[in-house]
C-alpha cells in the first residue's frame, strides 16, 4: 500500500505547480484524501481534504481561493493545484488517506490519517 506524492519543485512568487498523489496496493477511492506541509522548524499543517466522489472539500485559511483539490477515482488519484504561490507556502508537501470514517470537523488533524507519501519539496523564491 502506497501513496506516491510528486510534482514539487522551484516557482517563482506568483507562479504555479500542480501536485499529484497516486494510490496503489489498493483501492483508495471510498476514503478521504488530503495534503499536509512541513516547513524546516515547523510542525505539519493541514493544507486541503477532499471526500470520496469529491463532493465536500475543506481548506486551510492560508491557501483559500489559492489553492484547489481535486480527485480523479479511475486512477485513484488526488492533485493540489496551487497558484498564486508565495514564499511561504515553501515546504515539503505530504498526501495522506483516512480509512474512510472520519467527521468533517476532524480532517485537518494528522492523526485521523492511516497513509502517508513520501512528500514532494516546494520552493517558492521571491
Known amino acids: 500500500v502506497q501513496l506516491q506524492a510528486s510534482g514539487g519543485g522551484l516557482v517563482q512568487a506568483g507562479g504555479s505547480l500542480r501536485l499529484s498523489c497516486v494510490a496503489s496496493?489498493?483501492?483508495?477511492?471510498?476514503?478521504?484524501r488530503a495534503w499536509f506541509r512541513q516547513a524546516p522548524g515547523n510542525e505539519r499543517e493541514f493544507v486541503a481534504a477532499?471526500?470520496?466522489?469529491?463532493?465536500?472539500?475543506l481548506y486551510a485559511d492560508s491557501v483559500k481561493g489559492r489553492f484547489t483539490i481535486s480527485r480523479d477515482s479511475a486512477s485513484d488519484t488526488v492533485y493540489l493545484q496551487m497558484n498564486s504561490l508565495k514564499p511561504e507556502d515553501t515546504a515539503v508537501y505530504y498526501c495522506?488517506?483516512?480509512?474512510?470514517?472520519?467527521?468533517?470537523?476532524?480532517?485537518?488533524?494528522?492523526?485521523?490519517?492511516?497513509?502517508w507519501g513520501q512528500g514532494t519539496l516546494v520552493t517558492v523564491s521571491s
Open positions: 477532499i471526500r470520496r466522489g469529491g463532493g465536500s472539500r
Open positions: 495522506a488517506s483516512d480509512t474512510g470514517s472520519t467527521i468533517l470537523s476532524s480532517l485537518g488533524e494528522p492523526r485521523v490519517y492511516t497513509y
Open positions: 496496493g489498493r483501492t483508495f477511492s471510498r476514503f478521504t
